[in-house]
Each structure stands twice: as structure tokens, then as C-alpha cells.
């Protein structure tokens, strides 16, 4: 995680989070270990709980509390077993001398707990931080009802999250959490993208490298075009359900995909999702008692309908790669550093920057979490002379894009 570790290397010495009291929310990897780390060596005090009851590597949570970090997490949880995680990273009903002043979510189910449960402590917080689409879509919510007392960073559609988090590691790694649940062949199979995002994008890209046939569902007719452009058919759910081997979804809405689309399936078909929401599959109309689910593996199960159909579903349709420990260190450390910076901005802000809103992190920002990156590959970048700033209208140090550039 270079631009990760870079950071902490820069930082360690200011301590920028000394006196934050950090409650987080997010999957427990190794990779989330370093950024918790990292957030400690910055200064700060944290508790943590996971966002996913099936994505913690009981190995990590059990290093982190090995070295008396507050972590409540393991796989498999139970709803009542999430809810009481998220209960006790915020320390409720523990000692009043450790609340928590700030948030980092993944999700919004941390935020949303606090806010319902301890709202003088949500009122008082110097901001969250937040870096998934369902959570953003929940703080924008918040705002536009007047619930929103507090000020929040929206890492989701920063650039380096949207471009390398959504797009590059979704790209790298949806292949390898097929295989690893399925161990399925893809070349030949047929597949149905729902979502042209950028989750979509890197979906696609990858499945069509390794000979798969593409087709693309999407409600915006801009990413509509797009998947056209890019060689692959536009349907509708309905037109081609019954002939896919493989269905990902990746729009971050509800009830994509319900039970009435799963009979349709062919038998050996299979399930599953990139969002990070698992609402995009309708499990609750899959839960019958006219449904067999058989654990055939670890995050994987066979679905066996009235009629004999049996259908693979991988991870009760939370998302897949991280379910399925597949996701490259990299772009984690991308978003990790964005999420750190992130905190440290809210952290340390003037009264009166920010009101009680939801912000885009600044493009300056931006740009600095890609240029710890750089050194990975050896990349330089070219500098500008003073006349070409000028002609520009840039200064020489950035930002070089306006808020309104599309990358």
C-alpha cells in the first residue's frame, strides 16, 4: 500500500489526528489494518466494526485486538451480532470518557446507528467521512430532510475512488472471485453487467478479455451509449434473462434482480454482486420454503426451486470480491489515503468551511492521493514553465483540472 504508507511516513511526526476519537465502519481486511494503523500512528483513538457480516478476515480482527485495538468483528455474523458490533465501536452504553468526535463509514449503517441512537453525540461530531455509494445516497438523504447536523466528506466520487477503487480494482478482481467460488470456465459464457458504472466498466473490460459475451443493462442513456461504444449490447432484463451463465450486479439500487428473474435463470447459472449494497438481489423472495439453500462452499450456495432448477448464489448476494478476499492492495491503499485525508481536512477545519452538508473531497486533494501512487511505477510527471501556467490559467503546483472536468 505505497501511497498509504507514504502518507503515514510524511504525517507520523505532526500526530494531524492527535484528539480525534475515531468510530469506523468498514470491511476488515488486511489492508483496512494498515489504514486503521495508520490512523493510530496519525494520532488518533479508534473503534471498529465491520460493514459486511461476511467479508472480516478473523485472522486480521484478531491481530488488530491482539495489539489492543477495540475491533468487534468476525465472519458470519448474524444481523443482531452486526448491530451490537456497530453498537459498541460507537461505545454505547460504555464509559463516557471515550466518544467518539468523528466517523468513517462504509455503508452508512455506522452513521445511521449513531444519528437514531446517540443523537446529542452525532450532533457534536466534527464530520464524517464516507466512501460508498449506498452511504452517500443515505447522507445526501439526510441533508435534504434536515437530519444532517454535521458536515461530510463524500470520498465515493472523488476521482481516485471512482476511476481506481470502482473501475481498475473491479476490473482486477471479478475474474478471480468467480473462480475462486465457482471455479467455473468464462470463456463462451454469456454474461449480464446490470449497470454501466464504473463497477459495470471494470466488470466488463474483464470478463471480455477472457472471451465471455457481454450484455449490459442500464437505465441512464448516457452510460447507455457508452456500452455501446464499447462493443456491448444494451437489453433489457427480460429480453435475455434466460439464456445467461452469469448475472453481476453493479447499480447500487434495489430489487434488480427478484425471485421471478432467478426462476427464469438456467440451471448451473450464477448469481451475484459487485455493489456494495446487498439489496440489489432480492434475497427476501428467495428465502422460502419452497427454496433449498445448500452451503456448497464458504460464500457460496446452491439454490434448488420447486421445479428442480439449481441456481449458484455467491455470498447471499453482498458484495463478491471482498467476500471472497480477491481485492489488490493498491487501490485500497487509494482510497485508504483519500479516507485519511479526508478525516485530517474535517478534523482540523475552520469554523465555518464546511456546513452541515455533504462535500466532495477537494480536487487538490485528489490529486495528491494519486501523486503518492506515482513513485510505484516510477512515473514522472512534466512540469509546466510559467508561461504555460499562464496560458492555462493554472498554477504551477495545481489543481490542473476544474471541478467540472470529466476524467
Sequence with gaps: MPGLMSLRRRAEGDKPLKGAKISGCTHITAQIAVLIETLIRLGAEVRWAACNIYSTQNEVAAALAQENIPIFAWTNETDEEFWWCISKALNINGSSDWLPNMILDDGGDLTYYCQKQITSVFNSLKGIVEESVTGIHRLYQMSRSGLLTIPALNVNDSVTKTKFDNLYLCKESVIDSLKRCTDTMLGGKQV??????????????????VGCLIYVTEIDPICALQACMDGFKVVRLEEVIKQMDIVITATGNKSVITREHVEKLKTG????????????????????????????RLNVQHLTFPSGKRVTLIAEGRIMNLCCSSVPSFFISVTASAQALGLIDLFHAPCGKYKNDVYLLPKKMDEYVASLHLPAFDAHLTELNDDQCQYLGINKSGPFKPNYYRY
Excluded at 192 to 209: A, T
Design 269 to 296: 447459472a450464477i448469481l451475484c454482486n459487485m455493489g456494495h449494497s446487498n439489496t440489489e438481489i432480492d434475497i427476501d423472495s428467495l428465502q422460502q420454503p419452497d427454496i433449498i439453500w445448500d452451503d456448497v
Design 192 to 209: 449480464l453487467i446490470c449497470g454501466y458504472g464504473e463497477v459495470g466498466k471494470g466488470c466488463c473490460q474483464s470478463l471480455k478479455s
